[in-house]
């Protein structure tokens, strides 16, 4: 039967793996970090991403780790609250953050119990392996495997990468990714929660004195994080951040601030990097997740979109790889596949980024023009409502998913 040598251990990476290992498929996952303490990973599930974990049959695996349901979105405007939208906003279920680094530690080892699956860890990809396959009048450059850094070689049939938005694969392949104007990085903040509000956890967001930024308790127990919008070249020499943010929170945190002071971590800088590859794949390759389209942060769709890549993914590539010959595999099949995929899944990407820009180029506005806040602000209790009711009809297609994803075997 066929080899697959799937790159990166992120959700798609792990979860594609998990579920072509199950089927009787060689699969060989690589990850270049040792574990899964990255600086950041992204938390939130809405009920599009905890639906495809449903249909992988990991709704039990997903109780194992720490995870934590969010109770509202709130939005505030110079110290009022404009609305609060509670979860599960229509939803059969609420949007959940979820701890990445258990969650995928718990997928790998569900996949070490299948005979069939080869994990390495701590070890980078140095190159694609290619070979000239076919006739003189009709041969085409294949990717063939992978050298990794410390010699090895992986010689499979088909090479995927989920290795992210800085994707080796990708880069060595030569597909290009064609990227969005760059208009935010965000730096990312931890610091102890105040008391009881795990059980109400709003995910707040505030636009205050020409800042954006956003608070909510993470899956970690007893942790806020702070989100604060920069722009790409703005400075970010250490401040007094307990007092900056203080003057600016909702009045129900300004003393949790106040007396925060060390307790406040340093920040991480993530830089935000949206695009697209016109082309997700080659012969013998493919790219998902954010190999193929990096995607801003705005509502977290990242980790909810590369679950769903990883089922279409595996329903376009498990009847091909289940019926191949292993010595004389349907190259041309395999790679009508890998066209498949990307038909299917670029539609919904395409929408979630307009989506996504739209979204985000509301909150400039407000962030830019004081007298629009001011406007809104002042008479939050006639419009909060009006708001609140066109706000969650227009994050519908962002929690449920703009197209059907069903797993198929």
Known sequence: MPRVAIVGAGPTGATLALMLAQRGIPVTLIEAARDFQRQFRGEGLMPSGLGALTQMGLDSLLKTVPHRPLSAWEFWLNDRRLFRADEPLGSSRPCTLVSQPPLLEALVQAAQRESNFEWIAGTAVKDLLWQTVGEASQSENRVTGIQLADGRTIVADLVIGADGRASAIRQRAGLTLETQPKSIDVLWFKLPAPPGYAADNRFCTVVKKGRVFSLFHGAEEGKMHLAWAIAPDEPT???????????????????????????ISSPMRLSVLVGRCSRWHCPGLLLLGDAAHPMSPVRAQGINLALRDAIAAANHLIPVLKTTDAAAPDLTALDRALASIQAEREPE???????QAHEAGRGELL????????????????????VKQVWTQQQRPLREGMTTVRLQS
């Not at 007092?243 to 945190?253: R, S, Y």
């Not at 962030?367 to 009006?386: A, D, E, V």
């Open 349 to 355: 990407i395409i929408q979630a980024q307009k989506l």
């Open 237 to 263: 020499e250490q401040k007094d951040w307990a007092k900056t943010f203080a003057a600016l929170v909702p009045p129900e945190f300004v003393e949790h601030f106040q007396s925060a002071g060390e307790s």
């Open 367 to 386: 962030r830019r023009f004081g007298i629009l806040r001011q406007g809104l602000s002042t008479f939050s209790p006639i419009l909060g409502l009006l």
